[in-house]
């Protein structure tokens, strides 16, 4: 049983590693199409994370609901724009919520021992 839940943890981090990689493509490019990797990577992590009974999955759980919401914002935002176009009130929220992504997913690094 011990095995299969760091089998769990150690699929869980790396699409932690792959979201934080795709986040930092997107903070440097500005590449759009790098929300579809972002939403992979989430979709995957939720797979192994959510309603989970172990410790350690419950422990990063507020941080995961974190990225997870702000993931669904950053959707719904998208969708709100005309023709594709980020004004400045859309860039400020994507910005915002990214951030919050970010800052989650680094409090989950830390809790891992992986930081």
């Known amino acids: 049983?011990?095995?299969?839940?760091?089998?769990?943890?150690?699929?869980?981090?790396?699409?932690?590693?792959?979201?934080?990689?795709?986040?930092?493509e997107l903070f440097k490019h500005g590449n759009l199409e790098l929300f579809t990797e972002m939403n992979k990577a989430i979709k995957e992590m939720y797979a192994v994370q959510h309603g989970a009974e172990d410790e350690v999955f419950k422990a990063i759980d507020p941080d995961c609901e974190?990225?997870?919401?702000?993931?669904d914002?950053?959707?719904?935002?998208?969708?709100?724009t005309e023709d594709g176009s980020i004004d400045r009130g859309a860039q400020t929220a994507l910005n915002k919520l990214l951030h919050n992504i970010d800052e989650a997913a680094v409090n989950i690094a830390s809790l891992l021992g992986m930081i």
């Open 66 to 71: 974190v990225i997870y919401r702000n993931f």
């Open 1 to 24: 049983m011990e095995q299969q839940a760091n089998g769990a943890h150690l699929a869980f981090m790396e699409q932690l590693v792959r979201l934080n990689g795709a986040m930092a």
């Open 73 to 80: 914002m950053i959707i719904a935002v998208l969708r709100t």
